[in-house]
């Protein structure tokens, strides 16, 4: 799969060929509206996923293909959406139409998800199949001009359709977010989409089979006992209707106890556990309940006239196969809802496009659907790997279109790094829940600690006699491997890797002169760091400082500060990032001189703020957890006799990728070793990472 942009074209576009008084989005009704539902015509009909779809005129007259959700116990109906205009336009283009008792019907076909299916015919008679995702927009790749077009089923993402002109049969997907390349262009024979499976007849009597779109493979092969070669089928999860043509014999298959069932013959619309048909002769929907497994006997729902016109679904009623009830036009154009009384299987998803592990705030989001085969209310959450909530959306109805493009529910980027997701769907009738889960990496968001490559990672730098700068990257692993490099640093020189001062989300880089100039360089991602590099100064004086170290945001405001210990006095200030490049001036909030070692480690505890170690002369390291408001708690012992060996000490991010911050340090030998973070302020036992390390100058 690969991602793409959506496949549409706007109604804007469509006014440009002069469509007269069409508005953009059409009119907009009341939030609700009671049922039965009043108009001055219907001209089609369709109902799927507790969505009602018409056609009929708006306020203004115009005619336009009308959405508008139902409540679950059929009262009420929601605000109205349009899927298109209905009218011709200025140079005869027009949505296909047929003869029906109302003069002349759109041949619709709801999807379940909120979208629909028809043809439009161009100014020169040629028909292409359209399935609109939105007011403003709809699917039309690949599709070919052709005429006789008929769709056959629509679920979800996936439709087919029929064309006379070709002879052929059109199969394929409304793809949103990604390209899975499931066209099939084959021969006209009965079939059935649900979920990726098309389901068609087989070899011989009665025999269908399941081919999976995604897959491209024969799934399924079974016997639904239809003497004849199945002229109609209409799937339903578990439930397999079949005709051996209008008046021929009629069956349903159970796939799941493996089946058959005898149901009544005629023009039907196959639901979850029952059928509908029109007994024209006795002027009314009548109901086969078959969810036992065993054909009830019909019963009457609704009074209908027979009309003039032989089979009359989606033009004066229909049926919501997924988990529905039945939706009919009476005599004075009013819409009704009937419940239909069955009981719907559980709710489970019948097909999803999960989007790949992988999440870039600065090009695409993470994007995905999941289809139901009812509605249900949903809930999708973003956590960090603290376990954190980070970003929630919330919907309803049989298809879930989550997606993160890397911000929190604050609205404000999050850290790169690792997270995890989850679904939760819970059906709005009936019983059923459905959960699924995963994980992505975050990039393009805001650099970690010591994230200078935006790859959710910690990196550490260093520098050398020759006086060149190296940054090194790890995957996660816990060890240090490609590395970039710039040259050109006289000896003297202090590197503090910082969080982002600016708004491009790249991790900047401080650096202290010899002359004591400290310089603010802007974000490489990933790029080295030479003296020419574009920079910025922060002032002169700090050579007074013999720590600086940034220990993550001490303040509150989601951005990194800096640290300065002061060499006379052992005062410590800090110096707060404004986010507009520069630092606040300096606040003393300590004083430290006893200590050997300040070292700035970001957030250790999972608070979300940073934090500081301490190393004391006798040996004993200590944390001091940052406050969001500018200062720090009273210090906490996290080892004792532990350091005398280390010359160099660095916190520096994350770099086993479980999402918390690590602690790097060099002994007099040269050796390099990693102590893991916890997440709860200390560190694992260490682990040696590397020698010959002694060579360096500097590690920051």
């Known amino acids: 799969m690969t991602r793409r942009a959506r496949i549409a074209v706007t109604l804007v576009g469509l006014a440009a060929l002069g469509a007269g008084s069409l508005t953009t989005a059409g009119p907009v009704a009341a939030d609700t509206t009671p049922m039965p539902l009043k108009t001055d015509g219907v001209w089609g009909i369709d109902y799927a996923g507790g969505v009602l779809t018409t056609v009929e005129r708006a306020p203004n007259g115009d005619p336009y293909v009308t959405n508008r959700p139902i409540s679950a116990d059929g009262s009420t109906a929601g605000e109205r959406e349009t899927r298109g205009y209905a009218g011709t336009f200025a140079h005869g283009q027009h949505i296909k139409r047929e003869a029906c008792d109302a003069g002349t019907c759109v041949p619709l076909r709801a999807a379940g998800n909120g979208n629909v299916g028809y043809f439009f015919v161009d100014a020169d008679g040629k028909e292409n199949a359209q399935v609109w995702t939105g007011p403003d927009g709809y699917h039309y790749a690949d599709e070919p001009g052709v005429t006789g077009g008929r769709f056959v089923d629509v679920t979800g993402r996936y439709f087919v359709y029929n064309a006379a002109s070709t002879g052929k049969q059109y199969v394929d997907s409304q793809q949103t977010y990604l390209v899975q390349h499931v066209r099939q262009t084959r021969s006209i024979t009965a079939a059935s989409v649900w979920g990726t499976r098309l389901y068609t007849p087989g070899s011989g009597a009665g025999a269908v089979t399941a081919y999976d779109l995604e897959q491209k493979k024969t799934v399924e092969t079974f016997a639904t006992g239809a003497p004849c070669t199945v002229k109609e089928l209409q799937v339903v999860g578990r439930w397999v209707y079949w005709n051996c043509g209008a008046t021929g014999a009629a069956g349903v298959y159970d796939r799941s106890a493996k089946k058959k069932i005898t149901v009544p013959s005629g023009p039907a619309l196959v639901a979850d556990g029952y059928l509908v048909r029109h007994d024209r002769t006795a002027g009314k929907l009548l109901l086969t309940d078959f969810h036992t497994g065993t054909a009830a006997a019909p019963r009457a729902i609704v009074d209908l006239p027979a009309g003039t016109t032989a089979d009359q679904r989606r033009q004066t009623w229909a049926v919501d196969k997924f988990g529905g009830d039945i939706a009919y036009v009476d005599a004075d154009a009013s819409v009704h809802i009937v419940q239909s009384g069955v009981p719907s299987q559980p709710l489970v998803k019948i097909e999803s496009e999960v989007d790949d592990a992988s999440v870039d705030a600065k090009n695409d989001g993470w994007n995905s659907t999941w289809q139901f085969n009812k509605p249900a209310t949903w809930t999708f959450?973003?956590?960090?790997?603290?376990?954190?909530?980070?970003?929630?959306?919330?919907?309803?109805?049989?298809?879930?279109?989550?997606?993160?493009?890397?911000?929190?529910?604050?609205?404000?980027?999050?850290?790169?790094?690792?997270?995890?997701?989850?679904?939760?769907a819970t059906a709005t009738e009936g019983g059923g829940t459905h959960t699924t889960s995963g994980a992505f990496g975050l990039t393009g968001g805001l650099p970690g600690h010591h994230d200078q490559g935006g790859l959710g990672y910690g990196e550490l730098v260093t520098l050398n006699s020759a006086g060149r700068l190296t940054l090194h990257y790890t995957e996660g692993k816990g060890t240090f491997g490609f590395t970039t490099s710039g040259s050109g640093w006289p000896a003297g020189t202090l590197a503090v890797p910082f969080g982002d001062m600016g708004s491009d989300r790249c991790g900047e880089m401080l650096i202290r002169t010899p002359s004591g100039e400290l310089r603010r360089y802007a974000g490489r991602?990933?790029?080295?760091?030479?003296?020419?590099?574009?920079?910025?100064?922060?002032?002169?004086?700090?050579?007074?400082?013999?720590?600086?170290?940034?220990?993550?945001?001490?303040?509150?405001?989601?951005?990194?500060?800096?640290?300065?210990?002061?060499?006379?006095?052992g005062d410590v200030y800090l110096f707060a990032n404004d986010g507009a490049g520069k630092l606040k001036a300096g606040v003393k909030?300590?004083?430290?001189?006893?200590?050997?070692?300040?070292?700035?480690?970001?957030?250790?505890?999972?608070?979300?703020?940073?934090?500081?170690?301490?190393?004391?002369?006798?040996?004993?390291?200590?944390?001091?957890?940052?406050?969001?408001?500018?200062?720090?708690?009273?210090?906490?012992?996290?080892?004792?006799?532990?350091?005398?060996?280390?010359?160099?000490?660095?916190?520096v991010g994350d770099i086993t990728g479980d999402g918390k911050n690590d602690l790097v340090a060099r002994d007099m030998a040269g050796n390099l070793y990693r102590q893991t973070g916890t997440g709860k302020g200390s560190f694992a036992a260490r682990v040696k990472i590397g020698t010959g390390w002694q060579g360096y100058k500097g590690l920051f």
């Open 381 to 424: 959450k973003v956590k960090d790997l603290h376990g954190r909530v980070v970003s929630t959306r919330t919907g309803v109805g049989t298809q879930a279109e989550a997606g993160w493009a890397g911000k929190t529910d604050a609205g404000t980027y999050a850290y790169n790094g690792r997270y995890t997701w989850t679904l939760t």
């Open 589 to 651: 909030i300590r004083t430290w001189s006893a200590y050997k070692k300040v070292v700035g480690a970001g957030d250790l505890n999972g608070d979300g703020f940073g934090d500081v170690l301490a190393l004391d002369k006798s040996g004993t390291l200590w944390r001091y957890d940052g406050t969001g408001a500018g200062q720090v708690k009273e210090r906490v012992k996290v080892f004792s006799g532990w350091g005398a060996s280390y010359n160099a000490v660095v916190g």
């Open 525 to 569: 991602c990933s790029a080295p760091y030479t003296p020419a590099s574009s920079h910025t100064s922060l002032g002169t004086g700090w050579n007074a400082y013999n720590v600086l170290t940034a220990p993550g945001d001490l303040t509150g405001d989601g951005r990194t500060d800096l640290l300065a210990r002061k060499a006379s006095t």
